[in-house]
């Protein structure tokens, strides 16, 4: 390991200290983020009349960033509460339609009465139970709910559906009331950083390999010591942190935005926004799906290394980086399952199972597999060519 | 200490760039004459483990030339090399220090000396991309240096170099060669008429001469023209 990190500090200087990869960072960065804040201000910057949870009212002048501190607050008033019947009994108490659709109603007509925007979510649900939310939102009776009314939607077996409701039983019920309108716009936005991931670690890996030879330091770097099956391995490292760095930055800029515009609560049951019946919560959603697309771009950032050794140009590499966005838009097939449509919700979604050795995988399952292989397969393929291209001799 | 060359051939396809070439070099400088395209680059590779000979072997002392001991103590300075633009010469120097192993104390220590040595002491700390080109091959023969070599293989190392540049740098080999296998190939005479100790002349690919040289002859040139008289400069 002499000089490992040495060298690997060196490796991720040549890869990051480039304008280029930084402006494009930032270009698609304030994208996603663009993306990912709400699509109008629906309460402008203004003069608003605030009504305290007393019943006071004061007359303030807010900003667009007070504007969204007092929403974001307000959408979490109800956050924490168990959804059983004193829940929806108190929903009904505290909203009513008129108020709702009075003309002048602005900010402080929910802050105020207690009730906040939950009724964008909730406003259906008035005259619900928690039995009844479930049917509506929630797992596996959600699903059948939606089968019958779209016939075609879905099509489990048996078989299947006694393993999505075998999994639900350990999904606490009552639901647990979190705003979710934050995972929502992270669920819509981050299939644009997927989409845009290929291309951004081809421009950030494509120079890893050919880099050496386009500035005629190869044959200086390969006299060296270290210069073949060490460096090589360095290499690979800083490549595959590079493209796990890559999907970090893309992830953080869709869930800054979307926390600070919407706030979202890590204890939330997916079950809020999603007909699912993974037991899991909207923190470890987050953090599948980091795994997932962390997976992903290096499985993309392997293919580019690969090209790019293979043929010693950095353009073949970035050429290669179109291939998985060519797959997600072109590969045509409901069941087909690309990367796109897994980070369109598919992972987490209830559907059907991939059958092995008569065992039941699920799309999250299958998903992190498929991704796992992929990645370790292009980065050992990049291992042997660089071996056979440097240490036995071209 | 010896460098063992037997039988080393590469071919390319329509091309015998190195055909049958055998040698054995000691300590000193090795001056490498022949005209462009007489296969001394070629050589020069494929004895730094860069080119994979269609036949043939080089081992110094018994190490192979394949092998991460033979690199552990092969200075090589190649005809044509770049640079990173963003790199200062100390980065350079450091970053290739790393390669040959060096630990970064001594990489540090050892890169300051001969940056002193190449006069770039005070560009040390300079983007690369600012230097001429003369100071960008004082700084590869700097590199050629950091693992204290004891095969040192430099292929035209005074291109670019001014002429008091090329004094100072014949004199720096001639003081390495006392305990370093020193290969040198040039096409220009003058750069080892007076300091090397054995002289090799290739053409076509092989080898035609391979004699220690008196370093008080005076009639290199005359020799060589006698040899390539007849071949493209």
């Known amino acids: 390991m002499k000089n490992f990190w040495t060298l690997f500090r060196y490796e991720m200087r040549k890869i990051w200290k480039r304008p280029l990869l930084w402006g494009l960072l930032a270009l698609l960065s304030f994208f996603l983020a663009n993306e990912s804040k709400p699509f109008t201000p629906d309460y402008p910057p203004g003069t608003y009349i605030l009504v305290e949870k007393d019943g006071s009212e004061t007359t303030r002048s807010l900003s667009f960033l007070e504007v969204f501190r007092l929403k974001r607050e307000a959408a979490h008033a109800l956050d924490g509460q168990k959804m059983d019947e004193s829940f929806f009994q108190a929903l009904r108490e505290t909203m009513s339609y008129p108020q709702m659709s009075a003309p002048d109603f602005h900010i402080d007509s929910y802050i105020f009465r207690g009730v906040p925007p939950i009724y964008i979510t909730l406003w259906r649900y008035l005259e619900l139970t928690p039995d009844a939310y479930y049917h509506n939102n929630g797992g596996v009776l959600a699903y059948l709910a939606t089968k019958a009314e779209v016939p075609d939607y879905g099509d489990l077996t048996d078989e299947e559906l006694e393993y999505w409701s075998e999994m639900e039983e350990n999904v606490e019920l009552p639901y647990t009331f979190y705003d979710t309108a934050g995972m929502l716009k992270f669920a819509q936005t981050i299939y644009y950083a997927e989409l845009l991931l290929p291309l951004v670690v081809g421009v950030c890996l494509c120079v890893l390999f050919p880099r050496d030879r386009r500035e005629r330091l190869d044959g200086v770097v390969f006299s060296a010591k270290h210069g073949r099956g060490r460096l090589g391995a360095v290499k690979l490292a800083a490549g595959a942190v590079s493209a796990v760095a890559v999907a970090a930055i893309l992830f953080c800029s869709v869930l800054g935005t979307c926390l600070f515009f919407h706030g979202i609560c890590l204890d939330a049951p997916i079950q809020l926004y999603r007909t699912s019946s993974f037991p899991i919560t909207v923190g470890q959603e987050l953090l599948l799906t980091f795994l997932a697309l962390a997976l992903y771009s290096l499985l993309s950032g392997g293919l580019v290394m690969l090209v790019s050794l293979v043929a010693l140009d950095s353009i073949a590499g970035l050429a290669a980086a179109l291939v998985p966005v060519l797959i997600d838009l072109f590969w045509s097939g409901s069941d087909a399952i690309t990367p796109l449509r897994m980070f369109e919700g598919k992972m987490f979604q209830i559907d059907n199972l991939v059958k092995i050795g008569g065992h039941l995988f699920n799309y999250l399952q299958a998903t992190l597999f498929v991704l796992s292989v992929g990645a370790v397969l292009f980065l050992v393929l990049c291992g042997l060519f660089w071996r056979q291209w440097t240490v036995s001799g071209r | ?233």
């Open chain 2, 1 to 233: 200490m010896e460098l063992t060359v037997l039988n080393l051939s590469k071919h390319y396809k329509d091309k015998k760039a190195v055909d049958g070439v055998s040698l054995r070099l000691t300590e000193g400088i090795n001056g490498l004459l022949g005209a462009n395209g007489a296969g001394k680059t070629t050589l020069m590779r494929i004895l730094c483990g860069i080119l994979k000979p269609t036949a043939g072997s080089v081992a110094l002392d018994g190490v192979d030339v394949f092998s991460e001991d033979y690199r552990a103590v092969l200075g090589y300075l190649p005809q044509d090399f770049g640079y990173y633009p963003d790199f200062t010469g100390l980065d350079f120097l450091l970053y290739l220090a790393a390669l040959k192993g060096l630990s970064r104390p001594h990489a540090k220590r050892k890169s300051v000396e001969l940056l002193e040595l190449v006069g770039l002491a005070d560009v040390g700390k300079k983007k690369i991309k600012t230097y001429s080109g003369g100071m960008r091959q004082r700084l590869g023969i700097a590199q050629a240096l950091l693992n204290d070599p004891r095969l040192l293989i430099v292929d035209e190392p005074t291109a670019g170099l001014d002429p008091k540049e090329r004094v100072r740098f014949r004199n720096l080999l001639a003081d390495l060669g006392k305990d370093t296998i020193v290969l040198l190939s040039t096409h220009i005479v003058s750069d080892v008429e007076h300091i090397a100790d054995h002289m090799l002349m290739m053409s076509e690919g092989h080898i035609i001469l391979d004699e220690p040289w008196d370093k008080n002859r005076t009639d290199l040139e005359q020799l060589y023209l006698e040899e390539f008289g007849g071949e493209d400069e």
